[in-house]
Nanobody
Framework: QLQLVESGGGLVQPGGSLRLSCAAS????????ISWFRQFPGKERDGVSC????????GYADSVKGRFTISIDNARNAVYLEMNSLKPEDTGIYYC????????????????WGQGTQVTVSS
């Protein structure tokens, strides 16, 4: 079974940056479309960004377009979420998810979740 581990969260001031990592064990991430979700207290998880297996297709929630960038590093078996110009409303737990999908498909569907990493944007 695919295991996903997120890292890179923390406390950052408004306007700052963080890079989240999603690392996989037991299987290559190249077999899966990967997405990032975030969850605010008392709310459901919402999709933030997704990337296809081949890295050629990406998607972003309107609230993060132009600020967040998703990328895949097959050599390191990891997916990254570069987050810039962070705002207090970006605070939440960020999860990566994986879905078996065709090579060029970017999807919000998921088969596997990681345990999440906390991002707090505050002065």
């Amino acid at each position: 079974q695919l295991q996903l581990v997120e890292s890179g969260g923390g406390l950052v001031q408004p306007g700052g940056s963080l890079r989240l990592s999603c690392a996989a064990s037991r299987f290559k991430l190249a077999y899966y479309a990967i997405s990032w979700f975030r969850q605010f207290p008392g709310k459901e998880r919402d999709g933030v960004s997704c990337i296809s297996r081949n890295g050629g297709s990406t998607g972003y929630a309107d609230s993060v377009k132009g600020r967040f960038t998703i990328s895949i590093d097959n050599a390191r078996n990891a997916v990254y979420l570069e987050m810039n110009s962070l705002k207090p409303e970006d605070t939440g737990i960020y999860y990566c998810a994986a879905k078996s999908a065709p090579p060029a498909v970017c999807t919000w569907a998921y088969d596997y979740w990681g345990q999440g990493t906390q991002v707090t944007v505050s002065s």
